[in-house]
């Protein structure tokens, strides 16, 4: 299994700010996902960070709108950029280490104001 | 077509009651099916999972896949109100990465 801890939790953020969402987890893996989760809908795959490459993006998304970071084998960022009301979501990281399934943080819950 | 398609519900059942869900799919790659538990302002928690076709039980979850016909089941015995959750069901093609493909998610309410 893997534990994950992201953060924040929540926030609330003004349109056209920005914000870094952080995720570590407590073994090495090799791909991290990011997801997006709209209110009453399920998980919509953002990018898979892989470390040391840039990361991949689903269609509908972009780097320079969410950019991603994965320093190392533990840990990634997820920024969502020049935020308006429609960004409002729980935003999810998660990890499948080989052999096992997928593992989840608690989210963030953003609000755009 | 969405390749995971699931009811959203909301599913409001009496407790005690037997509860079953389920999903199709579309893609015949998909080999490994998981069922995931997401309590509000929480995220989605692993209930089960089945490699390809077969009855899975745990306790008082039984998963179920039936490749021929594409279709996912999970069945909850004697329903409890901690329960009430939304569902998800999600595939994966293990030879196509570890990426994930789930379900819309199915909201249970169990009643006491």
């Known amino acids: 299994s893997a534990v994950i801890s992201q953060k924040p939790s929540r926030d609330i953020c003004q349109r056209g700010t920005s914000l870094t969402i952080q995720c570590q987890v407590d073994s090495q893996v090799t791909m991290m996902f990011w997801y997006r989760q709209q209110p009453g809908q399920s998980l919509t795959l953002i990018a898979t960070?892989?470390?040391?490459?840039?990361?991949?993006?689903e269609s509908g998304f972009v780097i320079d709108k969410f950019p991603i970071s994965r320093p190392n084998l533990t840990f990634s960022t997820l920024t969502v950029s020049n935020m308006s009301p429609e960004d409002s979501s729980i935003y999810l990281c998660?990890?499948?280490?080989?052999?096992?399934?997928?593992?989840f943080g608690q989210g963030t819950r953003l609000t755009v104001v | 077509q969405k390749e995971v398609e699931q009811d959203p519900g909301p599913l409001s059942v009496p407790e005690g009651a037997i509860v079953s869900l389920n999903c199709t799919y579309s893609n015949s790659a998909f080999q490994y099916f998981m069922w995931y538990r997401q309590y509000s302002r929480k995220g989605p928690e692993l209930l089960m999972y089945t490699y390809s076709s077969g009855n899975k039980e745990d306790g008082r979850f039984t998963a179920q896949v039936d490749k021929s016909s594409k279709y996912i089941s999970l069945f909850i015995r004697d329903s409890q109100p901690s329960d009430s959750a939304t569902y998800l069901c999600a595939a994966r093609d293990n030879n196509a990465g570890n990426m994930l493909t789930f379900g819309g998610g199915t909201r249970l309410m169990v009643k006491p």
């Open positions: 998660s990890v499948s280490p080989p052999g096992t399934n997928a593992f």
């Open positions: 960070a892989n470390q040391g490459s840039e990361a991949t993006y």
